[in-house]
């Protein structure tokens, strides 16, 4: 997050609502225009033009931590609209939730949920792509990389995608 992203976060956190609503910094700007301008950047959407969400966009952008990274800095973000559920539990994502590391691990449980994805790191997709491979594919891709068929011997395929992708980190 930029220095004057910063800086206009911290301003919204502290201003008033009237402010925020009819006021407008020293260039002419109004302060409504920057809040919208900010709440696209974390969150992907904004109604320039429906007065009642202009109450809950002031409240999550006061509610932007330090560390919070806009949509740009993420390197996994979901299509616009898209929501994960979590199978058994109350847990849902968005954008507005999602964390990189979140969505790793959401991936990894189930790798089909890609497709609700508008942007994945290329290393996942290479790992999605192993993960389709059969058998036969999986064990010449490993020798292929360095293993014997000794060090392969009844390994599962998951197994054999663990062990590339082991040998292709290093």
């Known amino acids: 997050m930029d220095s004057n992203t910063l800086k206009q976060i911290e301003f919204f956190k502290s201003a008033d609502i009237q ?10 700007t109004f302060y409504l225009n920057q809040l919208f301008n900010i709440y696209q950047e974390f969150f992907g959407e904004t109604c ?5 969400k202009i109450l809950g966009y ?18 996994y973000l979901l299509k616009e609209g898209a929501v994960i559920q979590v ?10 939730n999602l964390t990189d590391e979140k969505a790793e691990k ?7 949920r890609s497709a609700l994805f508008a942007r994945i790191p290329e290393e996942f997709s290479a790992e ?21 068929e000794e060090d392969l011997k009844g ?16």
Do not use: H, W
């Open 58 to 75: 002031i409240q999550k952008v006061k509610s932007i931590k330090n560390n919070t990274m806009s949509q740009s800095e993420r390197k």
């Open 128 to 148: 999605k792509e192993l993960s389709k491979m059969n058998k036969a594919d999986l064990t010449a891709k490993a020798l292929s990389v360095g293993y014997t």
């Open 106 to 112: 959401l991936l990894k449980e189930n790798p089909n």
């Open 19 to 28: 402010t925020i609503l009819n006021g407008k910094d020293e260039t002419g």
């Open 48 to 52: 320039s033009t429906c007065p009642s």
């Open 87 to 96: 199978f058994g539990s109350s847990e849902a994502y968005s954008n507005a």
């Open 155 to 170: 390994l599962t395929n998951k197994d054999l995608v663990a062990k590339i992708e082991e040998k292709t980190a290093e």
